[in-house]
């Protein structure tokens, strides 16, 4: 691979990486929340909602994109009027609340001890640095099996702060939206708007995605994924945007490697296999039919 071609590579992966798919369902949830926002700054009254959709959907782009728009209280980001905390394991209030301490830029160092004493300084701060929207991203953990309990006390804990503050409290998570309802009516009722995000079916709208992508990327031409390859890339990816992108930049890393500024069958096939092809879940949709091989070596 020539520099030329490595930056050119490099410079496609960062613009398919960093492209923001902006489809109905993701263009109604940002709205949505921008609108709660809105609504609750200027009535004082709770608002939020609850964003369900598989992993690899976009959850985290529009946490992304949302915490853009929301801005900061200062010219150099500093003071951003949005936190975000992903639920991975089972955490205790205590862990949240210190979790929301550090955004805020609390280290550990100059913590109360107690937890209580603690809750009152992030309360405080989040009120001082006009803090308007908070994600809970990986929300559904909190419902899972032996965190139920743990989930509750946090959720009542979340009530508390919203109360308090007047936050927009987004949950994010990967099961149906009745999972808030089942462990916190009261949150619940305090965010209630629900926004779906879901895998994209083989049909025009795929196409859209994959054109849209293919207009984002301006250093390596990745047109052929939809004017040649669409039903594939999908069968691959499952409709989902992550393992798309994923896709998309490893075959432009492996058609660069063979000389080349466009992706191509041989590309995608590579990229599969690298990424997916040991999971078991589909055969790689990009293997040449026999008899075209056939032909092909013939020739």
């Given at each position: 691979m020539t520099s030329t071609l490595l930056?050119?590579?490099?410079?496609?992966?960062?613009?398919?990486?960093?492209?923001?798919?902006?489809?109905?369902?993701?263009?109604?949830?940002?709205?949505?929340?921008?609108?709660?926002?809105?609504?609750?700054?200027?009535?004082?009254?709770?608002?939020?909602?609850?964003?369900?959709?598989?992993?690899?959907?976009?959850?985290?782009?529009?946490?992304?994109?949302?915490?853009?728009?929301?801005?900061?209280?200062?010219?150099?980001?500093?003071?951003?009027?949005?936190?975000?905390?992903?639920?991975?394991?089972?955490?205790?209030?205590?862990?949240?609340?210190?979790?929301?301490?550090?955004?805020?830029?609390?280290?550990?160092?100059?913590?109360?001890?107690?937890?209580?004493?603690?809750?009152?300084?992030?309360?405080?701060?989040?009120?001082?640095?006009?803090?308007?929207?908070?994600?809970?991203?990986?929300?559904?953990?909190?419902?899972?099996?032996?965190?139920?309990?743990?989930?509750?006390?946090?959720?009542?804990?979340?009530?508390?702060?919203?109360?308090?503050?007047?936050?927009?409290?987004?949950?994010?998570?990967?099961?149906?939206?009745g999972y808030l309802e089942q462990l916190n009516d009261q949150l619940f009722s305090r965010a209630p708007a629900r926004c779906k995000l879901e895998a994209f079916p083989a049909n025009s709208a795929w196409a859209a995605i994959l054109q849209g992508l293919a207009k984002e990327c301006e250093a390596f031409d990745i047109s052929a994924a939809h004017t040649q390859f669409d039903k594939q890339v999908h069968k691959a990816t499952k409709g989902l945007l992550r393992p798309l992108k994923q896709l998309l930049m490893m075959s432009v890393r492996k058609a660069a490697l063979r000389g080349l500024l466009a992706i191509d069958q041989q590309a995608l096939f590579e990229a599969f296999d690298v990424l997916f092809g040991d999971s078991g879940r589909v055969a790689n949709p990009f293997t040449k039919k026999a008899g075209h091989a056939a032909r092909a070596a013939a020739v």
């Open positions: 930056e050119a590579a490099n410079l496609a992966c960062k613009q398919i990486g960093q492209a923001v798919v902006m489809h109905d369902a993701f263009k109604r949830a940002r709205d949505t929340i921008i609108e709660l926002v809105e609504l609750a700054e200027i009535s004082g009254t709770p608002f939020g909602a609850c964003v369900v959709g598989p992993s690899g959907i976009g959850k985290n782009t529009l946490i992304s994109v949302l915490r853009q728009q929301v801005g900061s209280a200062d010219l150099f980001g500093a003071r951003p009027l949005s936190m975000s905390l992903s639920i991975q394991a089972t955490p205790s209030v205590g862990q949240v609340i210190g979790a929301m301490l550090t955004q805020l830029s609390f280290p550990p160092t100059i913590r109360p001890a107690k937890v209580y004493e603690q809750s009152v300084d992030l309360v405080a701060a989040m009120k001082d640095q006009r803090v308007k929207l908070l994600f809970i991203n990986e929300a559904h953990h909190l419902s899972e099996g032996g965190r139920r309990l743990s989930g509750k006390t946090i959720t009542d804990y979340l009530k508390l702060v919203v109360d308090d503050t007047n936050i927009v409290v987004v949950m994010l998570g990967t099961a149906s939206g």
